[in-house]
């Protein structure tokens, strides 16, 4: 049994040994594909793979008719918009993804980003503080629920909405949950976004909703940059000279943003939500354990294609 990891941007070296011990304690095999930069070299390690382990790497119809012997790949990390579900299905692969693992690692960050945010990116000047804060969690997943642990150690008020997740599970953690998105926006100083990349979420960070948030409102993204609708926030901070958009996901705009909200914008030059040695090591090796339960136990749980 071969299980090839392929990662264009690599895994730590301590996640590669960990991912590699579970493996070969299995008696597979392990092959290491890593910053590959052209798709050729994908195409053609992939060919004998019959599990794949990849992080942000892309997928697609192509790369499934190569992959002849693949029974299964798994996406070690949470978001997984990267892989194209129809085709595995059409090929007969099972794809996973791994969620939770890196979820304290990005929550962390949002924190990080906001602290430089209400300190005005360091510049020197006085800056603001974040206990007393209404905060809302768009979004109560993995990340969302590490953010409000976090949060109240930082005294926020603590808000959030979540299209799927039962009220009294957000209420249980001491969480506001309000009654719709816009209640959330309405209220909270503070908005961090959690929401997965889906047809329903995408572009759907507009004009009309961020324009809900109080006066010196700030906008956190580590979710996906494709939920938000970047022409409209562009307009909207253009009008109002008080918001501040944060995000750990570089928008296609970005220049744009950065020439035109010098001071109340920032990105990340790369996304670092999940770039912790931990966060690395428990997506890595809980890929591995997966792809080792699934052979010999034909485990499917974190399955995510039909
Ligand atoms: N910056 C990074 O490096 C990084 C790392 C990990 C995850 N992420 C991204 O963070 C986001 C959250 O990850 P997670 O691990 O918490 O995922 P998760 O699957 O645990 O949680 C997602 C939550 O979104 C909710 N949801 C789905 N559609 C919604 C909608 N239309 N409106 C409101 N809520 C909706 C779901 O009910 C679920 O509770 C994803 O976009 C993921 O891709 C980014």
Redesign the pocket.
Known sequence: MKVLVATDKPFAKVAVDGIRKEIEAAGFELALLEKYGEKAKLLEAVKDANALIIRSDVIDAEVFDAAKELKIVVRA???YDNVDLAAATAHGVCVMNT?GQ??NA?AELVFGLLVYAVRNFFNGTSGTELKGKKLGI???????RNVARIAKGFGMEIYA?????PKNVIEEAGVKAVDSVEELYKTCDVVSL?????A??KNSINYALVNLMPKGAILVN???KEVINEAELIKLMEERADLKYIT??MPVANEEFATKFAGRYFSTPK?M??QTAEANINAGIAAAKQIVGFFKDGCEKFRVNK
Do not use: Q
Not at 138 to 144: D, P, S
Not at 161 to 165: E, K, P, R, S, V
């Open positions: 990390g949470a978001g969620p890196n979820s990005v768009h979004a109560f997943g993995n990340v969302g909405f979540d299209a799927y997740c959690h929401i997965p990349a889906t329903e979420t580590t979710a996906r750990d996901i996304k939500g999940a």
